[in-house]
C-alpha cells in the first residue's frame, strides 16, 4: 500500500482546521495557540488550509440555497449565479496553479501520487459547467428544475469537498514530510506568482473576508513565512489580503457590469477607481455606443496607448524569426547535441503567446467590439506549438546520433516558418481592423487602463520576464511612454505594484537606465525610503485584517531569520541580460526593486503547461487540461489501444460497468419518490441494498487484492492510496442515504397510516390537517435531498472508476505478466462467497453484451481451471427460480464445458442418461471408453474418472432401478425409516450422532429414509449421493416432502429444518457455522470465503486467511491422506497444511510428528527444527568416533534445501552444509580419506 504519512494533526502542531471528508472544514486555533514560541514549527505548506475552508464554507453555502430553493423558498437565481460564477472562476485559478507548481514539486519528491488529483481537476471543471449550463437554462422554473439544481449543487459539493479532503489527508503530509521549510515557503511563493495578477488581487481579499479575525492573524504569519523579506513584496501581497473583498463578486454581484469578469473564460480585474470602467462593459453583440472623446485625446499627440500592442507584436515577431533563424543554424551546424536552451526559448515565447491571446479575447476585444473573434487564430497558433515541442522532444529521445536527426531539424525550421507566417497574419488583421476603432472611440486614460488590465492578466512570475524583455527591445521614447501609459492606467490602490513593474521595466535598458517619465526624473522604483512607513500605514489602516504596527515589526524580524531572499537571473531570449536586484545607470540612479525568486527553476518546475491550462479552460472548460502532471502519461496511455486482446484483470472493471448501471438507476428513479407509493419505496430500497453490498464488495477486493498487488511494484508505490481515501469517503456516502432513506420510508408509513386512518374515521381535525402537513413538508425536504445524494454519489463513483479505468487500468498490462493477472483474478473470486457469487453474476451480466459476457466467463474459467467452479455454475443456474429465462437472457454462462462433456467426431455432443447407458451393449460402452482416451484435451485424471464411471454404469444403472423393486416389495413406514431419530434422546433434540437437524433425507440409491449420508453409509453396502436428494421427511410431522429449508406442511407453520440448509449439497445442519464454497462445489465448516476463508485456485482448497502467503502446489487436496489413505478434498476431518505444500489430516499429524518430523511425501522438515538440530550438534560434538572413521566423508543430499555436499562420516546423523538441517539422506560413501570434507555444491 501507500507510505505511511505523517499525522496531519500532530504535523500542525496540535489543533487547526480539521478535514472532513464529507463537507466542510472546522474552524482554526485561535491564534494564542498556535503562534508563540513554536511558530518556527509551523509548516507554510498548511496556508492552503484555510483556502479550502473558504471554498467549501462557501460551497455548503450555495448548497444550502439551492436546497430552499427547490423546497418552494424564494432565492435569487441571479446571486446565486454570480456566487457561483466567482467561486469557479478563483477555484479553476487555485487548479492551474497546483498543477503547474504543488503537484509538479511533489513528483519531483514523491511518485505517483499527483496524477491523479490533476485528473480530478478536470473532473471538477466539467461539474462546474454542467451547473451553469443549468443555471442559464433557467426560463422556465418548475419542480423538476429546481431538484436538478438543488442535486447539481450537492454534486458539485461533495466532489470538490471530497478531492480538498483527500489532499489534506495525502498530499499535505507529503509535502511537510518530504520538504523542508525553506523549500515549502518556495513552493507557496512560486504557487502565489503563479496565479494571474488581476485574480490574485480578487482572491486573497476573498480569502481573508471568508475566514475570522484569529484565522487571519494566523494567515498573515503564514504568509510572512512564504513571502520574501523585501519591504515591497511585503506591501504588494499585504495590501491585497488587507483589501475589502469585492462584495458583488463574494456575496453576489448586483453590478452587471462585473459580471463577465468573473466567468469561466474571463480573469479580468475589477475596476478599482470611480472614473475607470469595465473593460468587458458593454461587450453585448450588436451595435456599440461608444463615449465621446475627452481631454486625454490630444490631436498631437504622438502615439495612442493603445498603439502598444504593436510593440508586443513586433516583439514577438522579432523572437519568433531569432527562434527560426537559430533552427536553421543548428540545422547547419549539425550540433543536435544540446537542445535544452532552445527549448526553453521556445517555451517562453509560446507562454507569452497564449497569455497575450487570453488578453486580447477577454479584455481588448471586448472593450472594442463584442463581435470580434480571433480565438480560432489563437486555437491554431497553439496547436502549431504544441505540434513544435513535439518535435523538439522527439528530437531529445531520437538522439544526436540517430540517422533522422537531420530530417527532424527540417520538419522544426519548417515549423518555425509556419508559425512566424501564422502569427505575423494574424496580427496584421488585428492591427488594421481593431486597433483603429480602439483610437477613435477610447479616450487615452481608457485606453491606457485597457492595456494595465491586459498586463495583469499574466501572473507575477512571467510579468517578471516579460517587462525587462519587451522594453529592452524598444527605444528611449518608446519604453519612457510604455512606462507613462503603464502608470497612468493603473488604479492608486495598486501603487506599490506598479512600482514593480516600474523597476522590472528599468532592469531591462541598457546598464539598468531609469525610464522616468516625471519631471523630477524620479522613477517610482528609483527610491523606496517611504514604502515601509506606507505599507504600516495601509495595514493599520485595514479593517477586514487587524495588523498593528508592531505585528507587522514583528513579521519582518521574523523574515531576518530566514535564508537568503531569493533572487534569479532573468534570460529571456538573447536581448536579456542579467540583472541584480538592484541596478545602477551612468548617472547614478538606480531602481531598487526586488526579484521574485521564482524563475530560478530551483525544484524543476516548468510553467507553460498551466498556461496552455489557462487557455483551454477559458475557450472550452470541458477540455482536458494540458498540465505539467499529465503530459508524459497522456504519452504513455496510448499505447493501450483497445485492439488488444483481453487482459484477465480487466474482467475486475467490468464490474465497473454494473455499477454505472445502477447509479443510473438511484439517480433517476430518486427524483420519482416524492409521489410513490410503499411498493416503489420498497423496491428502490433493494435495489439500493443490492448496489451497496457489492460495491463494498468490490472496494474491498481492490484494497485488500488488487491495490496491495499493485503498491508491490517498486515504481507503483503511491499509486492507490488515494482510491483507498475514495472508497471511505464513499462507503460514508452510502451510509448517509442509507440513513435518509431510512427516515423517508419511516416518514412514508406514517403518511400511508393517517390516509388510512382519515378515510376510515372521516374526522379529520384542524391540528391533525397540520400535522399531516409538517409530516409532508418534511418528507418532501427529505425526497429533495436524497435526489441530491444520489446524484452526488453517482456523480462522484462515475468520476472514480474513470479515473481507476484511466490511471490504474493500463499499469496491469504494464506490469503484470497474463499469469499473474490470473492470479490475482483467482484471488479475488477465491473470497467471493457461493451467495454472494450466485447474485452477483446475473447483476453483472444484466449490464454486459453477449461478447463482454462471454469473455468475462472465459477468464473466471481460466483463473479457476483447477476448481469445481464450472460445476457449480451449472448446478446453481438450474436450481435458480428463473433459470429459463435466465439462460435466454445469459447464453455465456453455459457454454460447453470440456471436463463434463465428451464432443464426439460429428460434432454433436452426447449426453447419455442412466436408461441409455442400461441399453448400451459392451461394444458400445467400449467405444465410447475408447473415445474418451482419444481426446487430448481431457485431463489424465479426468480421463480416469470418466473412464471409472463408464466401467461401472451397468452397476450404477441397476441401482437406479433398484428402489422401486425395494419400495414394492417393502411394507410399513418403520421399514423405509419414517420415524423420528435423535440426537439427544432425553432433550428430545432431533438429529444423530453426526449432524443436529429436524429431517431426515431419502437416498435416491434404495428409497429409504436416512438422517445423513454418514449413516446411510454406515449400514449399507453402498455410498450414498446426497446431492440427488429429492424429498426429506420432517421428524415433527413425518410428512415427507419435497427437499427444502423449511417444512410446507401447515401444522408445522414454516418451521426450519436447520439453521443452514445448502440446495445444491442438501445439507442441513443445526449447530455450525457452514458455508459452500462454489471451487470446491462443497460445503466447508467456516464462516465463509473471505471472512475467515479463502480459496487458493492453484491448490484446489480452502485454506484459512492467515495462510494467503503459503506454498502452491497443483490440486494438492485432491489426493489421499499419506497416514490413513482416506480422500483429503471430501473429508470431513479437519485438514492441516504442512511448509511443504502437501496435506493431511489434523488428528494424523498429532499422531505421526510423535515420531517422525519430515513429510511423509516430500521428506522435507515438518516446521522450524532449529533447536532439535542444535541438541544433535551437541550430541555430536559430545561424541568421538573411533580412528578408521575419523576423516572418512560421505556424500549427501539435503531434503530441506535440496543441495548436494559431503560431511563427515556417521552413523545416523548428517548434517547439510547450507543449510545446517539434518535432514538429510548419504548418496555416497567415502572410504578415502580427507583432511576437511565439510563442502557443499
Given at each position: 500500500m501507500a507510505t505511511p504519512l505523517p499525522d496531519f494533526e500532530a504535523a500542525r502542531g496540535g489543533g487547526g482546521v480539521a478535514s472532513s471528508s464529507t463537507t466542510v472544514l472546522t474552524s482554526a486555533p485561535t491564534v494564542a495557540n498556535t503562534f508563540t514560541e513554536e511558530t518556527e514549527e509551523i509548516s507554510p505548506i498548511l496556508i492552503f488550509l484555510f483556502f479550502h475552508k473558504a471554498v467549501c464554507s462557501e460551497l455548503e453555502s450555495l448548497h444550502r440555497l439551492a436546497l430552499e430553493f427547490a423546497t418552494g423558498h424564494h432565492v435569487d437565481l441571479r446571486l446565486l449565479r454570480e456566487r457561483y460564477r466567482f467561486l469557479r472562476s478563483i477555484y479553476k485559478h487555485h487548479c492551474n496553479a497546483e498543477d503547474e507548481v504543488i503537484f509538479s514539486a511533489l513528483d519531483i519528491r514523491v511518485k505517483n501520487v499527483a496524477q491523479t488529483y490533476s485528473l480530478e481537476h478536470q473532473g471538477e471543471g466539467t461539474l462546474f459547467d454542467h451547473l451553469f449550463e443549468l443555471l442559464n437554462s433557467a426560463t422556465e422554473i418548475d419542480e423538476s428544475y429546481r431538484r436538478e439544481l438543488a442535486s447539481s449543487t450537492g454534486a458539485l459539493k461533495t466532489s470538490v469537498s471530497q478531492h480538498l479532503a483527500k489532499e489534506q489527508k495525502q498530499v499535505f503530509p507529503l509535502l511537510i514530510e518530504k520538504f523542508k521549510h525553506e523549500e515549502q515557503a518556495y513552493i507557496v511563493w512560486r504557487f502565489l506568482c503563479s496565479i494571474p495578477v488581476n485574480m490574485l488581487a480578487v482572491f486573497l481579499p476573498w480569502l481573508a473576508s471568508a475566514i475570522s479575525i484569529d484565522e487571519s492573524k494566523e494567515m498573515q504569519m503564514c504568509l510572512s513565512k512564504i513571502v520574501p523579506g523585501e519591504k515591497l513584496l511585503q506591501q504588494v501581497i499585504f495590501t491585497w489580503f488587507g483589501g475589502k473583498s469585492d462584495t458583488s463578486a463574494s456575496r453576489g454581484v448586483e453590478d452587471s457590469s462585473f459580471q463577465c469578469c468573473l466567468d469561466s473564460s474571463s480573469s479580468m480585474l475589477p475596476c478599482k477607481t470611480s472614473r475607470a470602467q469595465c473593460a468587458c462593459e458593454g461587450s453585448k453583440a450588436g451595435k456599440r455606443k461608444y463615449p465621446e472623446l475627452t481631454e486625454y485625446e490630444a490631436p498631437d499627440a504622438p502615439m495612442h496607448p493603445i498603439d502598444e500592442i504593436k510593440i508586443w507584436h513586433k516583439s514577438i515577431n522579432k523572437e519568433m524569426k531569432e527562434i527560426a533563424d537559430e533552427a536553421r543554424k543548428i540545422q547547419l551546424s549539425g550540433d543536435f547535441s544540446d537542445l535544452s536552451a532552445f527549448d526553453e526559448r521556445l517555451q517562453y515565447i509560446a507562454e507569452v503567446c497564449i497569455f497575450h491571446s487570453l488578453a486580447e479575447d477577454k479584455i481588448i476585444f471586448p472593450a472594442v467590439d463584442g463581435e470580434f473573434s480571433f480565438s480560432e487564430e489563437h486555437d491554431e497558433e497553439e496547436n502549431q506549438f504544441n505540434e513544435f515541442r513535439c518535435l523538439i522532444e522527439k528530437i531529445?529521445?531520437?538522439?544526436?546520433?540517430?540517422?533522422?536527426?537531420?530530417?527532424?531539424?527540417?520538419?522544426?525550421?519548417?515549423?518555425?516558418?509556419?508559425?512566424?507566417?501564422?502569427?505575423?497574419?494574424?496580427?496584421?488583421?488585428?492591427?488594421?481592423?481593431?486597433?483603429?476603432?480602439?483610437?477613435?472611440?477610447?479616450?487615452?486614460?481608457?485606453?491606457?487602463?485597457?492595456?494595465?488590465?491586459?498586463?495583469?492578466?499574466?501572473?507575477?512570475?512571467?510579468?517578471?520576464?516579460?517587462?525587462?524583455?519587451?522594453?529592452?527591445?524598444?527605444?528611449?521614447?518608446?519604453?519612457?511612454?510604455?512606462?507613462?501609459?503603464?502608470?497612468?492606467?493603473?488604479?492608486k490602490s495598486d501603487a506599490a505594484l506598479v512600482t514593480l513593474f516600474s523597476g522590472w521595466a528599468c532592469k531591462g535598458r541598457k546598464a539598468g537606465e531609469c525610464l522616468s517619465p516625471k519631471a523630477n526624473g524620479s522613477c517610482p522604483a528609483k527610491t523606496l525610503s517611504n514604502i515601509e512607513e506606507v505599507y504600516l500605514q495601509s495595514c493599520n489602516a485595514c479593517v477586514s485584517l487587524p495588523c498593528p504596527s508592531s505585528s507587522i515589526k514583528a513579521c519582518c524580524q521574523h523574515q531576518d531569520k530566514r535564508p537568503a531572499k531569493r533572487t534569479v537571473v532573468s534570460?529571456?531570449?538573447?536581448?536579456?541580460?542579467?540583472?541584480?536586484?538592484?541596478?545602477?545607470?551612468?548617472?547614478?540612479?538606480?531602481?531598487?526593486?526586488?526579484?521574485?525568486?521564482?524563475?530560478?527553476?530551483?525544484?524543476?518546475?516548468?510553467?507553460?503547461?498551466?498556461?496552455?491550462?489557462?487557455?483551454?479552460?477559458?475557450?472550452?472548460?470541458?477540455?482536458?487540461?494540458?498540465?505539467?502532471?499529465?503530459?508524459?502519461?497522456?504519452?504513455?496511455?496510448?499505447?493501450?489501444?483497445?485492439?488488444?486482446?483481453?487482459?484477465?484483470?480487466?474482467?475486475?472493471?467490468?464490474?465497473?460497468?454494473?455499477?454505472?448501471?445502477?447509479?443510473?438507476?438511484?439517480?433517476?428513479?430518486?427524483?420519482?419518490?416524492?409521489?410513490?407509493?410503499?411498493?416503489?419505496?420498497?423496491?428502490?430500497?433493494?435495489?439500493?441494498?443490492?448496489?451497496?453490498?457489492?460495491?463494498?464488495?468490490?472496494?474491498?477486493?481492490?484494497?485488500?487484492?488488487?491495490?496491495?498487488?499493485?503498491?508491490?511494484?517498486?515504481?507503483?508505490?503511491?499509486?492507490?492510496?488515494?482510491?483507498?481515501?475514495?472508497?471511505?469517503?464513499?462507503?460514508?456516502?452510502?451510509?448517509?442515504?442509507?440513513?435518509?432513506?431510512?427516515?423517508?420510508?419511516?416518514?412514508?408509513?406514517?403518511?400511508?397510516?393517517?390516509?388510512?386512518?382519515g378515510n376510515v374515521t372521516q374526522t379529520d381535525t384542524v391540528q391533525a390537517?397540520?400535522?399531516?402537513?409538517?409530516?409532508?413538508?418534511?418528507?418532501?425536504?427529505?425526497?429533495?435531498?436524497?435526489?441530491?445524494?444520489?446524484?452526488?454519489?453517482?456523480?462522484?463513483?462515475?468520476?472514480?472508476?474513470?479515473?481507476?479505468?484511466?490511471?490504474?487500468?493500463?499499469?496491469?498490462?504494464?506490469?503484470?505478466?497474463?499469469?499473474?493477472?490470473?492470479?490475482?483474478?483467482?484471488?479475488?473470486?477465491?473470497?467471493?462467497?457461493?451467495?454472494?457469487?450466485?447474485?452477483?453474476?446475473?447483476?453483472?451480466?444484466?449490464?454486459?453484451?453477449?461478447?463482454?459476457?462471454?469473455?468475462?466467463?472465459?477468464?473466471?474459467?481460466?483463473?479457476?481451471?483447477?476448481?469445481?467452479?464450472?460445476?457449480?455454475?451449472?448446478?446453481c443456474w438450474k436450481g435458480s427460480p428463473d433459470s429459463s429465462s435466465m439462460e435466454r437472457a445469459k447464453p455465456s454462462l453455459h457454454r460447453d464445458n470440456d471436463h463434463q462433456e465428451v464432443l464426439d467426431q460429428t460434432g454433436q455432443l452426447f449426453k447419455p442418461g442412466w436408461k441409455d447407458i442400461f441399453r448400451m451393449n459392451q461394444n458400445e460402452l467400449e467405444a465410447e471408453i475408447r473415445k474418451v482416451y482419444q481426446d487430448t484435451t481431457l485431463d489424465p485424471r479426468r480421463k480416469d474418472y470418466l473412464v471409472q464411471n463408464w466401467r461401472t454404469s451397468r452397476w450404477i444403472a441397476a441401482q437406479q432401478k433398484l428402489p422401486k423393486e425395494t419400495e414394492t416389495a417393502l411394507n410399513g413406514d418403520v421399514a423405509l425409516g419414517c420415524f423420528p431419530s435423535f440426537r439427544d434422546p432425553e432433550k428430545q433434540i432431533y438429529g444423530c450422532e453426526h449432524y443436529k437437524r429436524n429431517c431426515k433425507l431419502r437416498a435416491a440409491c434404495c428409497g429409504q429414509l436416512f438422517t445423513c449420508r454418514f449413516c446411510h453409509d454406515k449400514v449399507s453396502d453402498h455410498s450414498m449421493d446426497r446431492k440427488l436428494v429429492t424429498e426429506m421427511l420432517c421428524m415433527r410431522c413425518l410428512k415427507v416432502q419435497p427437499v427444502g429449508p423449511i417444512c410446507t406442511t401447515p401444522s408445522c407453520e414454516g418451521v426450519p429444518m436447520a439453521k443452514h440448509y445448502c440446495s445444491i449439497c442438501k445439507l442441513f445442519d443445526d449447530e455450525r457455522a457452514v458455508y459452500h464454497c462454489p471451487f470446491c462445489n462443497l460445503c466447508r465448516v467456516g464462516e465463509g470465503l473471505g471472512i475467515d476463508y479463502f480459496h487458493c485456485m492453484t491448490c484446489n482448497c480452502c485454506l484459512g486467511m492467515k495462510l494467503v502467503n503459503h506454498k502452491c502446489l497443483e490440486k494438492s487436496l485432491e489426493t489421499n491422506c499419506p497416514i490413513c489413505c482416506e480422500f483429503l478434498f471430501t473429508s470431513s476431518e479437519a485438514v492441516r497444511a504442512l511448509p511443504c505444500g502437501h496435506y493431511m489430516h489434523s488428528a494424523c499429524f498429532q499422531a505421526y510428528t510423535c515420531s517422525h518430523y519430515t513429510c511423509p511425501i516430500c521428506g522435507k522438515s515438518l516446521g522450524d527444527m532449529a533447536v532439535y538440530f542444535g541438541m544433535l550438534d551437541a550430541l555430536l560434538a559430545a561424541e568421538e568416533l573411533p580412528e578408521e572413521y575419523k576423516d572418512r566423508c560421505q556424500d549427501i543430499l539435503c531434503n530441506d534445501c535440496e543441495r548436494k555436499g559431503t560431511t563427515r562420516f556417521h552413523w545416523l546423523y548428517h548434517k547439510c552444509g547450507t543449510c545446517g538441517s539434518y535432514n538429510t539422506r548419504v548418496i555416497r560413501s567415502e572410504t578415502t580419506t580427507v583432511p576437511d570434507c565439510s563442502t557443499s555444491s
Open positions: 531529445k529521445s531520437a538522439g544526436a546520433s540517430s540517422t533522422s536527426a537531420a530530417e527532424f531539424y527540417t520538419k522544426l525550421c519548417s515549423h518555425a516558418d509556419q508559425i512566424m507566417e501564422t502569427i505575423q497574419r494574424h496580427f496584421h488583421n488585428e492591427e488594421i481592423q481593431v486597433l483603429p476603432l480602439a483610437r477613435k472611440n477610447f479616450s487615452f486614460k481608457r485606453q491606457q487602463e485597457i492595456l494595465y488590465q491586459s498586463l495583469c492578466i499574466m501572473p507575477l512570475r512571467l510579468i517578471e520576464r516579460v517587462l525587462p524583455w519587451l522594453t529592452a527591445s524598444l527605444t528611449e521614447d518608446e519604453a519612457k511612454n510604455f512606462l507613462k501609459n503603464l502608470q497612468a492606467g493603473a488604479p534570460s529571456c531570449g538573447q536581448n536579456a541580460t542579467p540583472h541584480s536586484s538592484e541596478v545602477a545607470n551612468g548617472n547614478g540612479r538606480s531602481c531598487c526593486v526586488p526579484d521574485l525568486g521564482v524563475n530560478s527553476d530551483c525544484l524543476g518546475l516548468g510553467s507553460l503547461p498551466a498556461a496552455k491550462s489557462m487557455r483551454s479552460s477559458s475557450l472550452n472548460s470541458a477540455a482536458p487540461a494540458l498540465n505539467s502532471s499529465l503530459f508524459g502519461w497522456e504519452m504513455d496511455s496510448n499505447s493501450f489501444d483497445t485492439g488488444h486482446a483481453e487482459r484477465p484483470v480487466a474482467t475486475i472493471f467490468k464490474f465497473h460497468k454494473a455499477i454505472s448501471k445502477d447509479l443510473e438507476f438511484l439517480d433517476v428513479e430518486s427524483g420519482k419518490l416524492i409521489d410513490c407509493n410503499e411498493t416503489f419505496i420498497r423496491q428502490f430500497i433493494g435495489r439500493f441494498h443490492l448496489l451497496w453490498g457489492f460495491y463494498k464488495a468490490h472496494s474491498n477486493a481492490e484494497d485488500d487484492i488488487l491495490f496491495p498487488a499493485l503498491e508491490s511494484k517498486e515504481t507503483l508505490h503511491n499509486v492507490s492510496h488515494s482510491y483507498t481515501l475514495d472508497h471511505k469517503h464513499e462507503e460514508k456516502l452510502f451510509g448517509d442515504i442509507y440513513s435518509v432513506l431510512t427516515e423517508l420510508s419511516v416518514l412514508h408509513e406514517k403518511l400511508q397510516s393517517d390516509s388510512m386512518m390537517d397540520i400535522d399531516s402537513g409538517d409530516c409532508k413538508k418534511k418528507y418532501n425536504e427529505l425526497a429533495t435531498k436524497l435526489q441530491g445524494m444520489c446524484k452526488s454519489i453517482k456523480i462522484t463513483l462515475d468520476q472514480h472508476i474513470f479515473l481507476e479505468e484511466l490511471e490504474l487500468w493500463p499499469l496491469f498490462d504494464k506490469h503484470f505478466s497474463i499469469q499473474e493477472q490470473d492470479k490475482i483474478v483467482g484471488r479475488i473470486i477465491g473470497t467471493t462467497g457461493a451467495e454472494v457469487l450466485q447474485s452477483m453474476l446475473p447483476w453483472v451480466t444484466s449490464a454486459l453484451s453477449e461478447d463482454e459476457q462471454n469473455r468475462m466467463m472465459d477468464t473466471w474459467k481460466q483463473a479457476t481451471k483447477n476448481t469445481m467452479f464450472d460445476e457449480w455454475l451449472n448446478e
